[in-house]
Nanobody
Framework: EVQLVESGGGLVQAGGSLTLSCAASGFRFADYAIGWFRQVPRKGREGVSAIRTRGHFTNYADSVKGRFTISADSTKGMVYLRMTDLKPEDSAVYYC???????????????WGQGTQVTVSS
């Protein structure tokens, strides 16, 4: 059974940093992509970043390039999203998800965690 559990969200001031963690299990880690998405009320789910450890492939949305860094520890089944220089518009529920390809389209991801709230105060 595929399981994804996010953690690390919280309240932070603008300009601050947070690291989100995603504990993934139930699948062969290197064969799939792990993506981070975010969602605010009344808006669609936005792709933030994705990684596939086989091939060391990463992908970022333009809005977070240079500020967010995705990484993975396949031995532990963990994926991290280091977020720096946070802005109020980064506030959202952040989800990790498993899919076949490391793009930022939520439609290609099959399994999702429950999400963790990130709130950035101005």
């Amino acid at each position: 059974e595929v399981q994804l559990v996010e953690s690390g969200g919280g309240l932070v001031q603008a300009g601050g940093s947070l690291t989100l963690s995603c504990a993934a299990s139930g699948f062969r880690f290197a064969d799939y992509a792990i993506g981070w998405f975010r969602q605010v009320p009344r808006k669609g789910r936005e792709g933030v970043s994705a990684i596939r450890t086989r091939g060391h492939f990463t992908n970022y949305a333009d809005s977070v390039k240079g500020r967010f860094t995705i990484s993975a520890d396949s031995t532990k089944g963990m994926v991290y999203l280091r977020m720096t220089d946070l802005k109020p518009e980064d506030s959202a529920v952040y989800y990790c998800a498993v899919g076949d390809v490391p793009n930022l389209r939520y439609e290609v991801y099959d399994y999702w965690g429950q999400g963790t709230q990130v709130t950035v105060s101005s």
